[in-house]
């Protein structure tokens, strides 16, 4: 019988990480009659058991983990693999949900949710990880300003010496955003769809709080910034030429 065309793609094998047993339950049915594939574990221990045995797109962690923390957890993941991290955090948790997002979580949905809404965060996310890797080859060998030199493929910052800059994920990520849009004006809502596909809520400082980290890894004095520049009522700016090499 002749081929009627390519075999279907597997579906995207998701790790929800969560000590709920009702979260986990919930979340797992909720998802597989979406069409994902799920293993869901209760703390970090568990996770780090499973991470070897599946080849995962996704994982939906839990910040607030008995033993091990999330993001402690987070972050030992983001030393084996560049997968996207979903967030689950209590709406009280601001600073911890900041720190994840440095500690390069692609977004975050804070407790109680709606799953529905959990769902749409996660086709977001993999549909960036999905164009970023269908576009790596767009990305430049570096991005030169005002002698510091932005290295995407080794996700680095090198000062005008030549000396590298420690830079967080968060930090990273909106010094390549500013530094791919030049001399343009940037709202804290921009920033965020770009970093992570999603719209501010009126107390989320993230963005805020990697500027003024960054600012002063840039030396560049938060009072009379000459490289990113406050625009009033406005956003964030990279005054400054940008050359791609």
Do not use: C
């Not at 979260?23 to 979406?34: G, K, P, T, V």
């Not at 991290?85 to 709606?114: C, H, Q, W």
């Amino acid at each position: 019988m002749p081929a009627t065309g390519a075999a279907p793609a597997a579906p995207p094998h998701i790790m929800v990480v969560d000590d709920d047993r009702e979260i986990r339950d919930l979340l797992a049915r909720f998802l597989e009659r979406q069409n994902f594939r799920v293993t869901a574990v209760r703390d970090a221990r568990e996770a780090r058991r499973a991470w070897p045995l599946g080849h995962y797109q996704l994982v939906v962690l839990d910040l607030m983990l008995p033993g091990e923390s999330g993001l402690d957890f987070a972050r030992w993941l983001r030393g084996q693999s560049s997968v996207p991290i979903v967030m689950l955090t209590a709406m009280s948790e601001d600073t911890d949900r900041i720190i994840g997002l440095e500690l390069g979580a692609d977004d975050y949905v804070g407790k109680p949710f709606n799953p529905r809404e959990l769902l749409a965060r996660i086709r977001a996310v993999l549909r960036r990880a999905g164009e970023t890797q269908n576009h790596v080859e767009a990305v430049p060998k570096a991005l030169v300003f005002a002698g510091w030199r932005l290295e995407p493929p080794r996700r680095r910052l090198l000062n005008p010496d030549g000396v590298e800059v420690s830079l967080t994920g968060g930090e990273y990520d909106l010094l390549f955003a500013l530094a791919e849009r030049p001399n343009r004006v940037l709202t804290r809502d921009m920033l965020l769809d770009l970093l992570r596909g999603r719209q501010a809520g009126p107390f989320d400082r993230a963005i805020d709080v990697a500027v003024s980290r960054l600012r002063r890894k840039l030396e560049d004095d938060g009072h009379h910034a000459q490289l990113i520049k406050t625009v009033r009522g406005g956003g964030y700016v990279l005054a400054a030429e940008v050359t791609r090499e």
